[in-house]
DNA sequence: CCAAAAGTGTTGGTACTACACCCATGC
DNA sequence: GCATGGGTGTAGTACCAACACTTTTGG
């Protein structure tokens, strides 16, 4: 009782059951105005032929977080593009994966312009699913807890829209604003008032940078707007919340 | 590369590191209107003497949210009082225990009304520090990356009193607004407009819910004030951000 | 070739809500 | 003396409308 108490006293290496620590990637992108999650095809048991998340298994003496920007990397084929990658959750019931005890540290990605299939690695069975309103969920099977850790990685996505400038990590580097708004339109399915948007976003120091003097090529017809540039601000205050 | 890409394929039991798992636990209460944490003496090595979070390793069959309430009974004593218990993050540089690979999930915990030392087990090693503004740390020495979590932590706390109702965790089953506006002075080092307060508390269905005819024994003089209870909202819409 | 129509981007205005700050009243 | 409630100015949002700049269409 003692020992339990303290931390790591009565320390015994080997007393302690072995868990694998794993990490899985929920990795969002935007394509044609859609949330979009890349998902992979299991090739083995259990779960044989569902989707999955991309993961694997964080090395001996790899930080779990560095584990997970190499996953990210190997999944993606994205080495050099800026992704945003933060922590999510993690997820330690027993039963989660039936062979062995795994408990996995799941992050959340975000990406623009993400290819249909993952450039690096057998790129045969990985692909993107639309992620849909109002249950948010892609229409496949799913491996694990996995479906869990989408519904919750939605969420986050969709919360830290609004009180931080991350939409800006959906759009490639340069782009105008009605593409910062087509971000909030896929994540949340409706979007904010487009004049309010706008004040909003270029009264908020450090959103979007101007990019000087650049307009983009008109494509059907059309007033041609104004290029931006990711700003170095992370927050938004006050938050932009999203209606009821 | 193949098997790495592919979550759990290639799969033999004893290829994979030993992890061991352990929650953490930031047990924060408020006494005297300011935020304490609970914080264990360590008695062994390594960081002797040193203070830790209190926590400990999962079992073998045990969820790893389960074995943060488990850890919590046993530290606090607080076996059937409401205790909100959440989630933190998780922890896994390679070398933060310098005796064996250990991946750490940090939870959150809020009380109302924690006793100097838990009752449960020997108490003698167990206390609250004070979390003072504004480098948000106890002025003690802390083990591990405990200091990292306990940042964390904090802030955590201080952004969820923001869009949640969470602050009722920390006041006892009825109290009075006035022992709620101080949860806040508390957690933010400010508290909001004691007006704007009272009219944005009680127009929120479901924050607090009023205790019929029951008032609170004036203290000091003074017109008695109403006692409230916890309600069962949990988001606060729209948020009350803490200014700049 | 020129003028009008249509489409997109940009800007402005008003009603309403919520908050900061202050003050009056009740017990 | 503390609890409660009201009042005013300001900021931010929902909703609406107009204007600017471009391509397309039609004479």
Same mark, same amino acid.
């Given at each position: 009782?003692?020992?339990?108490?303290? +931390?790591?006293? &009565?320390?015994? *290496?080997?007393a302690?059951p072995?868990f =694998?620590?794993?990490v899985?990637l =929920?990795?969002?992108?935007? %394509? $044609?105005?859609q949330l979009e999650?890349?998902?992979?095809?299991?090739?083995?048991?259990?779960?044989q032929?569902d989707w999955a998340l991309?993961g /694997?298994?964080v /090395?001996?003496?790899?930080?779990v977080?560095?584990?997970a #920007?190499?996953?990210l990397a190997? $999944?993606?084929g994205l080495?050099?593009?800026?992704?945003?990658?933060?922590? !999510?959750?993690?997820?330690?019931?027993?039963?989660?994966?039936?062979?062995?005890?795994?408990v996995?540290?799941?992050y959340?990605?975000?990406a623009a312009?993400?290819?249909?299939? %993952?450039? #690096? /690695?057998d @790129?045969s069975? =990985?692909?993107?699913?639309p992620? $849909?309103?109002?249950?948010d969920?892609?229409?496949?099977?799913?491996a694990?807890?996995?479906a869990?850790?989408?519904?919750?990685?939605?969420?986050r996505?969709?919360?830290? !829209?609004e009180y931080?400038?991350?939409?800006? @990590?959906?759009?490639? $580097?340069? +782009?105008?604003?009605?593409?910062?708004l087509g971000?909030?339109?896929?994540?949340w &399915?409706?979007?904010?008032?487009?004049a309010?948007?706008?004040?909003?976003?270029? @009264?908020t120091?450090g +959103?979007?940078? *101007?990019? =000087?003097?650049?307009k983009r090529?008109?494509t #059907?017809? &059309?007033? *041609?707007s104004?290029?931006?540039?990711? #700003?170095?601000?992370s927050?938004?205050?006050?938050?932009?919340?999203r209606?009821?």
């Amino acid at each position: 009782m003692t020992g339990e108490n303290t +931390f790591l006293d &009565g320390y015994d *290496p080997g007393a302690f059951p072995p868990f =694998a620590v794993a990490v899985d990637l =929920a990795v969002f992108t935007i %394509r $044609e105005g859609q949330l979009e999650i890349m998902l992979v095809r299991r090739a083995g048991h259990p779960f044989q032929d569902d989707w999955a998340l991309p993961g /694997g298994f964080v /090395g001996p003496d790899e930080a779990v977080d560095a584990a997970a #920007g190499r996953e990210l990397a190997e $999944e993606t084929g994205l080495t050099n593009v800026a992704v945003h990658l933060e922590q !999510l959750a993690t997820y330690g019931a027993p039963d989660r994966d039936p062979r062995m005890r795994v408990v996995s540290v799941a992050y959340v990605a975000l990406a623009a312009d993400l290819p249909e299939a %993952r450039s #690096g /690695g057998d @790129a045969s069975d =990985a692909r993107l699913w639309p992620v $849909e309103s109002p249950d948010d969920l892609p229409a496949v099977a799913l491996a694990f807890d996995h479906a869990r850790i989408i519904r919750d990685a939605v969420e986050r996505v969709r919360s830290k !829209l609004e009180y931080t400038t991350l939409a800006t @990590a959906f759009v490639p $580097e340069t +782009f105008v604003l009605a593409d910062l708004l087509g971000v909030y339109r896929a994540v949340w &399915g409706r979007a904010p008032d487009l004049a309010n948007f706008r004040r909003k976003v270029l @009264a908020t120091p450090g +959103f979007v940078v *101007p990019v =000087a003097d650049a307009k983009r090529q008109p494509t #059907g017809g &059309g007033r *041609p707007s104004a290029l931006y540039r990711k #700003g170095p601000a992370s927050l938004l205050h006050p938050a932009m919340l999203r209606g009821r």
